[in-house]
């Protein structure tokens, strides 16, 4: 099989999540269903916390001074806060394994109709959940060169910018000292996905793929098909020009009234699904790509004295 070049795999995955916008459509419900929860419950902390007072208003309309005045001495506040965060965080990774291993199993099996779809799905979020798992604490130390990057970048741009007096002497320095991190970030989580691909497409024949030696084999994948990283690119660049097209067009426009705080809102959701639409579809590409690769060596046991 010969391996697919960007084009084939843009289009194998759009052909993918067009096959399955049931699956695509549960997947963004839980994933409004996690961000809803957690933020219900921190505007129901800030509710408690400063809604009796007259300058809570005026921060959430966005004046700073009054945004200021009212987190001054509320520590406890933001520290609750900030812990809700955190837990809601640690509760999507947790589910993101049993997603991931639900749509890279839909991908790899391809099955037909709703019910078989959902019947793959759930097989496959279960059987590899603690698979995910392991390979989630391997990933760990693919990402410390990642963090010490981004520690170096944080340092350069904070030297830069304590002393901007315009944006673009703001933005700049920012842009130079996070750009390299996220590049390390996007060439490392791009080798977990890619590990997870091939744990979910291998294992019922190479039970002993192990999430350390997928990783590994991502990782040597990598370097050996650059068009995995690009594919991967592509992705980003779609999401952020989805992004900053939704930021100018929510920026400075009035939306005055409940007619337009929803029109906002259902703008906002619909950005939302796009995006992980396009993440879906990347998955499939992934999926596509990976078939392509030649299988591990199998282990054969050492035959008995």
């Given at each position: 099989m010969s391996p697919p070049g960007i084009r084939d795999l843009v289009r194998g995955g759009v052909r993918a999540v067009s096959l399955y916008t049931g699956m695509l459509l549960?997947?963004?419900?839980?994933?409004?269903?996690?961000?809803?929860?957690a933020g219900m419950i921190i505007v129901q902390i800030l509710?408690?916390?400063?809604?009796?007072?007259?300058?809570?208003?005026?921060?959430?309309?966005?004046?700073?001074?009054a945004l200021l005045e009212v987190l001054r001495d509320?520590?406890?506040?933001?520290?609750?806060?900030?812990?809700?965060?955190?837990?809601?965080?640690?509760?999507?990774?947790?589910?993101?394994?049993?997603?991931?291993?639900?749509?890279?199993?839909?991908?790899?099996?391809?099955?037909?109709?709703?019910?078989?779809?959902?019947?793959?799905?759930?097989?496959?979020g279960a059987t590899h959940f603690l698979v995910f798992?392991?390979?989630?604490?391997?990933?760990?130390?693919?990402?410390?060169?990642?963090l010490f990057i981004l520690i170096l970048?944080?340092?350069?741009?904070?030297?830069?910018?304590?002393?901007?007096?315009?944006?673009?002497?703001?933005v700049v320095p920012l842009v130079v000292g996070l750009l390299p991190a996220a590049l390390a970030h996007v060439f490392v989580s791009t080798i977990i996905d890619h590990a997870r691909a091939e744990l979910v497409l291998r294992r019922p024949s190479h039970e002993s793929l192990g999430a350390m030696r997928a990783a590994f084999r991502a990782t040597g994948f990598m370097f050996r098909r650059p068009v995995a990283l690009l594919h991967v690119l592509v992705y980003?660049?779609?999401?952020?020009?989805?992004?900053?097209?939704?930021?100018?067009?929510?920026?400075?426009?009035?939306?005055?009234?409940?007619?337009?705080?929803?029109?906002?809102?259902?703008?906002?959701?619909?950005?939302v699904l796009?995006?992980?639409a396009a993440r879906v579809a990347v998955i499939a590409g992934q999926v596509d790509?990976?078939?392509?690769?030649?299988?591990?060596?199998?282990?054969?046991?050492?035959?008995e004295a």
């Open positions: 549960a997947l963004f419900v839980v994933h409004v269903l996690v961000a809803w929860g509710a408690e916390a400063f809604a009796h007072r007259p300058l809570f208003d005026e921060a959430v309309d966005g004046e700073l001074v509320s520590g406890p506040v933001i520290a609750a806060v900030r812990w809700v965060a955190i837990g809601a965080v640690l509760a999507w990774i947790m589910v993101s394994w049993f997603l991931a291993g639900g749509v890279l199993a839909v991908f790899t099996e391809r099955p037909r109709g709703r019910a078989d779809t959902a019947r793959c799905f759930g097989a496959g798992a392991r390979l989630a604490l391997i990933s760990a130390f693919y990402h410390l060169p990642v970048g944080v340092e350069h741009a904070a030297s830069k910018i304590e002393h901007a007096l315009t944006m673009r002497e703001l980003w660049l779609f999401f952020a020009t989805v992004s900053i097209g939704f930021a100018w067009i929510a920026q400075g426009r009035a939306m005055m009234g409940l007619s337009g705080a929803l029109a906002l809102f259902a703008l906002r959701q619909g950005v796009l995006r992980l790509l990976t078939a392509t690769r030649p299988p591990p060596p199998r282990e054969v046991a050492p035959p």
